[in-house]
């Protein structure tokens, strides 16, 4: 037994050396407010910030894994890749200023300041931005340079051809300005975007240089740059308000579209509240006025949260169950809509779903309870009580 016991010990003593020799080797490193720092010392870093209920983050779980792997096999790319769960390191990740789920950064060894990753997360794309990091020879721009037919970019619109290319379907155009630093540094998103649904002929990606043609920036309004519309038959739609992400591009295509997906799922649930749902949908236009008298519960919630996604069936009961009870509304905003990220970040949502309380317009309480009916029902059974018994007085 001491034999054995013995062994054991001198396996994993031999186990940890060979990892301490090889650090930069290995799959995804584990990072936390602990050891961040330290290793952050010893090599190059490419972290991703995450948080477990975080869809998008799951969906890109395998591709970092492999990131890890091929990294591993390539001696030239000497980084580790890492990942930070924020829902455990909440003071690292708000040092970092992550405000946003996932949120890719790369450290060079022992510089403070990071780069962080705004592009595609596809398996060649992270790697591109390794390369790309590090100053080493990208294989994929050769590639790019032999192709007979190289992908495009955003269409260039002007004057000249403007309206007669938005005149009919659907269309995404950037208003920019060739010095505005917001703009340099999604130009490449951009493009992206477009070669990504180059093949998708029922919209088109675009672009319009303001400083060459400032009469058609200013009959769409554009007053800041970058600007983005969806423009549908020659008319404005719909302003983008959302972060620049390629993935957040992509979703607002889609939800405007009426596409597939998470973005299809969001749409199709704002059709189930407006026709037949109890629960009060509120966005930034109507939200002060719809918490303005009463009691009102609200869920902040995202479409592709598994969690607010168990819950709705609850919380569509929840509301049922005060259905004709006057001075109380069960409500709900979807902070994923471009229109209403402000709204929740001035809520201070951190994470989906929240649910917070209010009563004659100011925040009483966050919930943080069971999300069974009958709990939900008498946390907000309790306010209603309390404040019907102090309007009595």
């Known amino acids: 037994m001491r034999y054995c016991t013995f062994f054991a010990i001198v396996l994993l003593m031999k186990l940890v050396a060979g990892n301490e020799a090889d650090a930069i080797t290995g799959p995804v490193v584990k990072l ?16 991703m910030f995450f948080a477990p209920w975080c869809g998008h983050c799951e969906r890109l779980k395998p591709t970092w894994a492999e990131l890890a792997s091929t990294v591993q096999s390539n001696p030239d790319e000497k980084v580790v890749i890492a990942e930070v769960d924020c829902t455990t390191a ?7 200023d992550v405000t946003g789920y996932p ?9 403070a300041e990071s780069q962080r990753h705004r592009g595609p997360r596809d398996l060649g794309s992270l790697l591109s931005f390794i390369k790309e990091t590090l100053g080493l020879p990208d294989n994929k721009e050769k590639v790019v340079e032999t192709n007979t037919e190289p992908l495009k970019g955003a269409v260039e619109l002007s004057e000249d051809n403007f309206h007669d290319h938005v005149a009919s379907g659907e269309h995404f155009v950037k208003f920019f300005a060739p010095w505005c630093g917001h703009c340099q540094k999604m130009a490449g998103t951009w493009d992206s975007l477009a070669q990504s649904v180059g093949q998708d002929n029922s919209v088109t990606i675009g672009k319009v240089d303001c400083t060459q043609y400032r009469n058609l920036c200013n009959e769409f309004e554009v007053k800041g740059y970058p600007t983005l519309l969806w423009i549908k038959d020659g008319k404005k739609v719909e302003k983008y308000q959302g972060t620049r992400t390629h993935e957040d591009l992509k979703a607002f295509i889609e939800r405007m579209k009426g596409g597939d997906g998470e973005a299809a799922e969001a749409k199709t649930e704002k059709a189930t509240v407006a026709t037949s749902s109890p629960v009060v949908q509120l966005v930034d236009s109507n939200f002060e006025n719809g918490i303005a008298s009463g009691v009102t519960f609200v869920k902040f919630y995202a479409p592709w949260c598994g969690h607010c996604k168990r819950m709705s069936p ?46 004659n317009g100011a925040k009483v309480e966050e919930y943080d309870g069971n999300r069974s009916l009958d709990d939900m029902f008498f946390f907000v059974a309790k306010l209603l009580n309390e404040k019907q018994e102090k309007d009595e007085l």
């Open 32 to 47: 936390d407010g602990d050891n961040f720092s330290t290793e952050l010392s010893k090599s190059h870093h490419f972290v």
């Open 314 to 359: 609850t919380w569509d009961e929840l509301a049922t169950k005060f259905v004709g009870k006057t001075g109380v509304k069960i409500a709900k905003v979807d902070c994923t809509d471009g229109s209403n990220r402000q709204l929740c970040a001035d809520q201070k949502v951190n994470g989906f779903p929240t649910m917070f309380l209010y009563s």
């Open 90 to 96: 909440t003071s690292l990740c708000s040092q970092q």
């Open 103 to 111: 949120t890719l950064k790369f450290f060079s060894k022992g510089v």
